[in-house]
């Protein structure tokens, strides 16, 4: 019997780690399957305890959850405990074991996908929820200057300061205090590329030759953010879809024990248009 994975979100249906986690398997010879698992809000636990009870062996967890996972969890690792977030549920011997792999599949997505030097940057984080919660500590571990998180509730971006802060020059903001101010890496780790708008941010933000990442994926590399920033002059712009396949393939090493080739994955996806 194959062994069952999924990812579990609201919204979940346009999550393409199916697609993904279904190539790794191929590209390994690894026999599983990976499905979605759409969860109301306010429904994660009783879903978790579903598939788990249903033989399910690990979960994805993608908005709104990865908050919810890290409290259901009976251990996390050391990534995890800094995020207070995971999106990497295993299920062995009765407990549920938590990570996070967004930080690693962000920094291999800029650093060996786009080729970009984290080292010194002023960085802007758009959002204070559970994915910039997760990209953090790596950021931080790779030298960055200075993280400013921006926040419509400002005092969601003050937790982040008073908690990371602690480990780099870190800032919170909101929204209306961006003015004046150019970054040179802007991250946007909140969910509004996924309802066609943009965040309020200023065209000042984006400092000459910038580098602007989406985490949300679209068709073609295209959201409302990323066209934003290229009309303000961004010098690299991408979306999420790199970020996706690189934490997949963390997820799937920590699953599996068999760490995929990303590329062609990745390959695949965008000559689907993706």
């Given amino acids: 019997m194959r062994e069952r994975y999924a990812v579990i979100g609201n919204p979940v249906t346009h999550s393409k780690s199916p697609q993904i ?5 191929r590209q390994t010879s690894q026999d599983i399957v990976y499905v979605r698992l759409a969860a109301p809000k306010g429904g994660f636990r009783a879903e978790l305890d579903r598939f788990i009870a249903h033989g399910g062996r690990g979960l994805n967890v993608t908005v709104p959850f990865k908050q919810e ?29 938590g990570d996070n792999t967004d930080g ?3 920094l291999r997505d800029l650093e060996k996908n786009l080729h970009v030097g984290l080292h010194g940057r002023r960085v802007l984080i758009l959002g204070a929820g559970g994915a910039a919660r997760g ?11 200075m993280i400013v998180v921006a926040n419509r509730d400002r005092s ?42 943009l965040p309020p941010v200023p065209g000042s933000v984006f400092a000459p030759d910038c580098v602007v990442y989406d985490m949300v994926y679209a068709a073609g590399g295209q959201t409302p953010f990323l066209q934003f920033a290229r009309e303000c002059g961004a010098l690299i712009t991408s979306d999420g879809l790199g970020m996706l396949v690189e934490q997949a393939a963390e997820s799937f090493f920590i699953w599996r024990g068999v760490r995929p080739d990303t590329a062609p994955v990745l390959e695949l996806l965008r000559a689907a248009g993706v």
């Fill in 69 to 97: 996972a890290a409290a259901a969890c009976t251990a996390v690792s050391e990534r995890g405990k800094f995020a207070q977030a995971v999106n990497t549920l295993t299920f062995k011997d009765g407990k549920i074991v």
């Fill in 135 to 145: 990209v953090m500590m790596p950021l931080i571990a790779r030298g960055v200057r």
């Fill in 21 to 25: 986690h279904s190539a790794f398997a």
């Fill in 156 to 197: 969601k971006a003050q937790a982040l300061e008073e908690r990371f802060g602690l480990f780099g020059n870190v800032r919170a903001r909101g929204y209306d205090e961006l003015a004046g101010n150019g970054y040179e890496l802007i991250i946007n780790a909140t969910s509004a590329s996924l309802q066609g708008v």
């Fill in 104 to 106: 690693a599949g962000l």
